[in-house]
């Protein structure tokens, strides 16, 4: 049974992950020119999408029938698989690499995260041999949370990062004096 406080939590929740996501749309269609000729551009656009549509996603199927716990538990499982392993496909190679330490970082902790959320919804009972004294879905929350603002993070990097064909920054002149 989900706690009132949980489902406003996962109403707006899902509202908000959904709101973010149509803006990345927006980012990526004025991007589009730069991007479309960069295979690792387009796979960091969809890595940074599956940062919003899957916990949006999750926090909508939760609500669906918040008395049954099996339902959380097998969308939560699922998708958190599929954002792990689809944000270690999705974002590979020279798009992984190109990003730099920082991203590198940032998509490493989301596939752990990812992984998290299912291993919490799979097992729920291993957070009480764990002494967490929060409830299951209270900590799913928590790692959404995380996951949607270093979904934020990378979008942020990624949008002011130069296209493939973006001449180079030209140095500052230097100072003739």
């Known amino acids: 049974m989900l706690p009132a406080v949980l489902t406003d939590f996962y109403g707006s929740f899902a509202s908000i992950s959904f709101t973010i996501l149509g803006l990345w749309f927006v980012v990526a269609q004025t991007r589009y020119a730069d991007w479309m000729a960069s295979p690792e551009h387009r796979r960091r656009a969809s890595a940074v999408s599956l940062h919003f549509a899957l ?21 939560f499982t699922l998708a958190g698989a599929l ?15 190109r990003g730099g330490p920082i991203v590198r970082v940032i998509h490493w902790v989301s596939v752990a995260l990812y992984a998290l959320i299912a291993a919490v919804a799979l097992a729920p009972g291993a957070l009480d041999d764990l002494n967490v004294t929060a409830a299951p879905l209270r900590v799913e929350a928590i790692l959404l949370s995380l996951l949607v603002f270093l979904g934020v993070t ?3 990097l990624l949008m002011f990062e130069p296209g493939d064909d973006a ?5 500052p002149p230097a100072d003739a004096s």
């Open 55 to 75: 916990p949006g996603l999750m926090s909508l199927l939760s609500l669906s029938d918040p008395q049954n716990a099996g339902l959380w538990r097998v969308t």
């Open 83 to 97: 954002g792990a392993v689809g944000l270690a496909v999705v974002n590979r190679g020279p798009s992984l690499r």
């Open 154 to 156: 990378l979008a942020w």
């Open 167 to 171: 001449p180079e920054a030209a140095p």
